[in-house]
């Protein structure tokens, strides 16, 4: 494979799904960071227009470019044979990806609250009414499936973003209520590939002031 080239803000992010299923293929490509907005505004300010629809990250591949975050992630996915063997795999994929999006969706309300206090609160209540019944919930499917991994016993997408949101998005003290799914987040960290691009992956400036850069206009799902 050549000309692989995705593009995003030095931030992980909307992209870093993308990164952990090119890091775990052992692909070469382009890492294309470019600074957050509000650090330097004038790189985005150019490229902004060029964009198909106004929003990164971008993949290149072959000549193509692919816009929205999670198409991006879905086709690297089904070309590194992480979609399912079938179609109706491929749907339970889907059917944990988004699951996990939403709540992504949600969380997202902590982020622009300013005021300390209050945003602890928000975030205590978001674990409690959305991010812990979606891991439940998850892990409920995982036992189903037979325990090793989420769909047809198999590493898929579906195993590496739940391990993206769960090293994003929780603490290690909140998966103690679904040790399965600590124990599959452990192993996925595990993998050759991923341990070695999660150690060596650059450093992202993540400011508490403008972390709702995980799902703004500037970004897509």
């Known amino acids: 494979m050549t000309g692989i080239k995705l593009t ?35 790189p985005w300010a150019a490229m902004k227009p060029t964009t198909p629809y106004g929003q990164c990250p ?12 999670m198409t991006i992630t879905r086709f690297l996915a089904a070309e590194f044979g ?9 749907a339970q994929v889907d059917e944990i990806v988004d699951t996990i999006e939403d709540v992504i969706g949600v969380t997202i309300k902590t982020h622009f609250e300013e005021d300390a206090t209050k945003k602890a609160a928000l975030v205590a209540e978001l674990a409690k009414s959305s991010v812990l019944p979606m891991l439940r919930a998850v892990e409920a499917r995982l036992v189903q499936r037979g325990g090793q991994f989420l769909v047809g016993n198999a590493l898929t997408l579906a195993d590496i973003h739940l391990f993206f949101f769960c090293s994003e998005y929780t603490k290690p003290s909140m998966l103690s209520a679904t040790p399965k799914i600590a124990n599959l987040v452990k192993r ?6 991923i341990q070695r691009w999660v150690r060596a992956r650059p450093t992202s400036k993540r400011s508490e002031k403008h972390t709702s850069e995980l799902q703004s206009p500037l970004q897509s799902r």
């Open 82 to 90: 992480l979609k399912g063997r079938n179609n109706l795999e491929s």
């Open 188 to 193: 996925v960290e595990q993998l050759p590939n």
């Open 8 to 42: 995003y803000f030095n931030l992980r992010a909307r992209a870093e799904p993308a990164r952990l299923l090119l890091a775990y293929a052992g692909v070469k490509y382009q890492d294309v960071r470019i600074p957050a907005p509000w650090d330097n505004p004038a």
């Open 58 to 69: 971008l993949l290149e591949w072959d000549g193509e470019v692919i816009a929205q975050s």
